[in-house]
């Protein structure tokens, strides 16, 4: 699992209310790794925890987790179902969102959805 920090959010450059919603995808297998509302935490913070997939050495078992984040990917996040776009058309990066990594915490991230 890895935490991911958020201190700034928008849609459509239009602040959130605590009933907006913050999903993370695998985007590889479309599974939903991750669900927070806007401000979950308080503090202006908003957590997403994302999930992994889950195996032990010597096993093929994943534990119903199949489909789940591996280490190395990038979450994609959503808010309120509209996708955040991290580069632009022109291919400037529009927010760094980093891969995941069981176990990290990743904080001071802004989110920007349009």
Known sequence: MAAYYFTSITLDGQPLSSTDEIKAFNESSGALVGLATYENVGSGYTEVLVYGEMSFDNSDETFNTEGYMLDGQTPQFYVNDTKAHYEAV?????????????????????LVSE
Not at 90 to 110: E, R, V
């Open 90 to 110: 022109n291919g400037n990066t529009l927010q760094n969102i980093p891969a995941f990594s069981s176990p990290s915490i990743y904080s001071d991230l802004t």
